[in-house]
């Protein structure tokens, strides 16, 4: 069996461990089995940039970041434009053909399983794994990188503590998340931050400087603000991303994180800094919860490839490893639900977020 495997979109933590542990099935239970690495995500499909693995290149790399088969992005509304007279889905599924694959295995998050779900769509044997730091995968409880993330994130919160009680300041922690507020939520609850900002819950300065003024009034001498970078106020609920850009440019704002900060700091007289740590977030060596839960994912993608059970993407549920169809998972983000219990029990020890 000739199976292809490639990482698409971002990096982050555990993608070499999904990818020895499937290494690791395929050789102790498919026979005859040959892994095709492809180089660059669906670049190297597209390209036809591949590497026939040998058993050794995957020793050695579970607790390695990154991914050793590279990674790139391909943006999911260009692989259908012709160009030259072919569209990157052809020349996908010509190379998947020329190179004799029997299944196709993408490592990736949202825009890699629209993909993914295209290529199944067009008779392709593919199977998906579900990687993002951002925890958006419809589907399933967690995505691998997401915990390796957390740590990161929360490290970070850790660490403005004390700076910030040394000099009584508020400091705000932009943490990633364009669209969804998992990993601030996760990261903003175990860095025991004052107030966290979501996508999912657009927030008033008002109610973000009340909270700082109410813990300053009570001789609390600074304040820890967890912010998504995708975080809105309330006053740009309505608008489309293109509008809220549009509207902070003419007001001059480098970030909302940096206008918040200059808000903060004019109507409650609170010295406040801001901290991004972008992308270390995404870097360094997955946590040992990533590398067990990698470790799972990739020998189950093994074995949905052993009895063909194609058009899939490996799913988390409870304790339980379990798979979906692409078709119900491509296009489908898992929000934060407003009422989700660990917002419940942050609001429940006086943890604001910015909606009252």
């Avoid at 996908?92 to 490592?107: H, I, R």
């Amino acid at each position: 069996m000739r199976i292809g495997i490639l990482t698409s979109g971002g990096d982050c933590p555990a993608l070499n461990a999904v990818i020895r542990g499937f290494a690791k099935y395929a050789y102790s239970n498919i026979k005859n089995v040959e892994i095709y690495g492809i180089a660059d995500g669906y670049g190297g499909l597209i390209n036809g940039e591949y590497k026939v693995m040998k058993r050794e290149d995957f020793s050695g790399i579970l607790n390695i970041g990154g991914t050793i088969l590279g990674t790139s992005r391909q943006p999911f509304k260009k692989m259908t434009i012709e160009e030259d007279n072919t569209t990157k889905v052809q020349k996908m599924v010509a190379n998947y053909k020329k190179w004799g694959l029997d299944a196709l295995l993408t490592l990736g998050g949202a825009g890699t399983h629209k993909s993914a779900a295209l290529l199944s769509a067009e008779g392709l044997n593919v199977i998906g794994l579900p990687k993002t730091i951002d925890n958006d995968i419809y589907g399933t409880d967690v995505t691998f990188g997401f915990h390796s993330a957390v740590d990161v994130a929360t490290e970070c919160i850790d660490r403005v503590h004390t700076t910030a009680a040394s000099h009584g300041r508020t400091i705000i922690v932009e943490i990633m998340g364009n669209k969804v507020g998992w990993l601030t939520l996760y990261a903003g609850i175990g860095g025991g931050a004052d107030i966290i900002l979501l996508p999912e819950i657009p927030f008033s300065t008002k109610a973000v400087c009340k909270k700082v003024l109410e813990r300053a009034e009570a001789g609390k001498a600074f304040s820890i603000i967890a912010i998504a970078e995708g975080a809105i106020e309330k006053s740009e609920e309505k608008l489309k991303k293109k509008e809220r850009e549009a509207l902070r440019r003419e007001r001059g704002d480098t970030t909302l994180t940096n206008r918040l900060a200059r808000e903060i700091n004019e109507q409650t007289g609170v010295e406040t800094r801001t901290m991004v740590p972008g992308h270390i977030q995404r870097g360094g060596s997955p946590s040992a919860y990533d590398r067990v839960i990698s470790t799972q994912v990739g020998a189950y993608a093994g074995y949905l490839c052993k009895e063909g059970k194609f058009g899939t993407t490996v799913a988390l549920s409870g304790d339980k490893i379990t798979h979906n169809k692409l078709a119900d998972i491509a296009g489908k983000t898992k929000w934060v639900p407003v009422d989700h219990p660990l917002i419940l029990s942050a609001k429940s020890i006086g943890i604001s977020f910015g909606d009252d």
